[in-house]
């Protein structure tokens, strides 16, 4: 929503202050058809020459995550913290045995489905699966853990930023290609230099929008685009980081709501619930959980 409120107020700021200084849209409207061809048709083959087609989907995919925002929000944290609460707790008190039915085929498990929106996350639940399935291999030195955990999130984070990379590059490489356009349209110009001088004037201005436009779509379209981009990745990527904090602190041999309160410190202030709202809702979890 405020991307659109953003992209509007570009609009109306840039083009109106142009009209309002007294500049004719004319130029602009006849040669803008021809330069969007040119630089957007260059830019957008140049980003599929230097993207694999996975990392081509992700980054349209990518740019509609901009416009929606981060994925989790307040109470997907409290269902996170809630989660894992009732994971640890039964290991806890039930041993390693109670646990391997859920995270064996968590699709079936009752404490899963308990939190839908997070069972609908593949790679959410496999990674809460994957650690716990470690510690019932007796892999529980907090430590050792701790690295494996940060390797993966590391190789994670890479993955999902490449799309927003690129996006990057794409803008970056932008006022370059207005360039190219413009010195097309000098070229043009050149070859009717017989030409009276309104009418090169007009060619001139029309090669002078390719520059334009090139600046314009980098700096104030494609570019806050990848930037909104890259703040959901990192905003998303908290959820695991959550994950990780609550884990590795149950293996230090902290009580299940220690592991959940450090956790929840860690939760994006604009989505942290208070201590209060945490204990309601582990106080409401079922009991059958």
Avoid: C
Wanted: hydrophobic share 50%.
């Amino acid at each position: 929503m405020f991307l659109i409120i953003g992209f509007v107020v570009v609009l109306f700021m840039v083009f109106g202050g142009y009209v309002f200084a007294g500049g004719k849209m004319e130029i602009i409207v006849h040669a803008l058809p021809f330069e969007l061809m040119i630089i957007l048709g260059g830019s957008v083959g140049a980003f599929v020459i230097a993207n694999s087609m996975g990392v081509i989907k992700k980054s349209l995919s990518g740019m509609g995550r901009a416009f929606k925002g981060a994925k989790w929000k307040r109470q997907d944290y409290v269902d996170l913290l809630s989660l894992l609460f009732v994971l640890i707790k039964t290991m806890r008190s039930k041993g390693v045995v109670a646990i391997e039915q859920h995270i064996e085929k968590p699709e079936e498990s009752n404490i899963f489905n308990n939190f839908p929106r997070i069972a609908a996350d593949h790679h959410v639940v496999a990674f809460i699966a994957d650690y716990l399935r470690m510690m019932t291999m007796n892999f529980e030195d907090p430590h050792q853990m701790e690295d494996a955990m940060d390797q993966d999130l590391e190789r994670h984070h890479a993955e999902e930023h490449e799309p927003q990379h690129a996006l990057q590059t794409m803008a970056d490489g932008l006022p370059a290609v207005g360039i190219v356009a413009a010195v097309l349209g000098i070229i043009k110009t050149m070859a009717a230099i017989n030409e009276p001088v309104e009418v090169l004037g007009r060619m001139v201005g029309g090669a002078l929008v390719g520059t334009f436009l090139g600046i314009f779509l980098s700096y104030l379209m494609v570019a806050p685009i990848a930037g909104r981009f890259g703040q959901v990745l990192n905003e998303e990527s908290q959820f695991f980081n959550i994950i990780k904090t609550v884990l590795i602190s149950h293996l230090h041999g902290n009580a299940p709501q220690i592991s959940v309160e450090i956790g929840r410190r860690n939760v994006p202030a604009q989505h942290q619930p208070d201590f209060a709202e945490l204990e309601d809702a582990l106080a409401e979890l079922p009991p059958d959980l």
